[in-house]
């Protein structure tokens, strides 16, 4: 059974940093490539940004200008989000989640582009306040 | 970005059939996929690339649309299925809708 367990979210002041972990288990972590979702409080969702099977390559969403990183271990099957310079508006459950991916071929060969948040962890909750 | 439009709400008895909408800003080709969240639970995939069930998911659910127009149907709708439901594109970077709220009368 896939399991994502998110764990390090408190409350921060703004400006202040904070890491939040997520450790996986029930398949084979190193395989795929994982990502971060935030919840607001008005309940919509927000896609963070992603990192590839073995932490290579990083995407994040345009609105996280630079503040975040996302990273990962594979020896200890777990994937991380650094926050910094948080705000107010970062307030909000955090997600962790395995893609679902499609395969492509191009520039000679086939690649995994993940495309779905195929599994959730409960997710942590972030609280920017002062 | 590309902006994903849901109605907020919507009300059906059980048993009936129920079509929810999702509208995109732009094209998305067929790179949408759907999402069910119960209250205090996380999301759930329901349906990935418009059409396709995922695992364990059961046959009332149902995706079709392409280009801008989707449509997530559940037929017949039963009482475990109230829930919020989300669409979610991956053709430009990923985004959510504003997620459709089921309520069964």
């Known amino acids: 059974e896939v399991q994502l367990v998110e764990s390090g979210g408190s409350l921060v002041q703004p400006g202040g940093s904070l890491k939040l972990s997520c450790v996986a288990s029930?398949?084979?972590?190193?395989?795929?490539?994982m990502d971060w979702v935030r919840q607001t409080p008005g309940k919509s969702l927000e896609w963070i940004g992603e990192?590839?099977?073995?932490?290579?390559?990083?995407n994040y969403a345009p609105s996280i200008k630079d503040r975040f990183t996302i990273s990962r271990d594979n020896a200890k099957s777990t994937l991380y989000l650094q926050m910094s310079n948080v705000k107010s508006d970062d307030t909000a459950i955090y997600y962790c989640?395995?893609?679902?991916?499609?395969?492509?071929?191009?520039?000679?060969?086939?690649?995994?582009?993940?495309?779905?948040?195929?599994?959730w962890g409960q997710g942590t909750l972030v609280t920017v306040s002062s | 970005d590309t902006v994903l439009t849901q109605s907020p709400a919507l009300a059906v008895s059980p048993g009936e059939r129920v079509s929810i909408s999702c509208r995109a800003s732009?094209?998305?080709?067929?790179?949408m996929h759907w999402y069910q969240q119960k209250p205090g639970q996380q999301p759930k995939l329901l349906i990935y690339k418009a059409s396709n069930l995922a695992s364990g998911v059961p046959a009332r659910f149902s995706g079709s649309g392409s280009g801008t127009d989707f449509t997530l149907t559940i037929d017949p709708v039963e009482a475990d299925d109230t829930a919020t439901y989300f669409c979610?594109?991956?053709?430009?970077?990923?985004?959510f809708g504003g997620g459709t709220k089921l309520e069964l009368k």
């Open positions: 990192i590839n099977t073995d932490g290579s390559k990083t």
């Open positions: 979610q594109q991956s053709w430009n970077d990923r985004t």
């Open positions: 989640t395995r893609m679902g991916s499609l395969l492509y071929y191009y520039d000679g060969y086939y690649h995994n582009v993940p495309n779905w948040f195929a599994y």
């Open positions: 029930g398949f084979t972590f190193s395989n795929y490539w």
């Open positions: 732009e094209g998305v080709n067929s790179y």
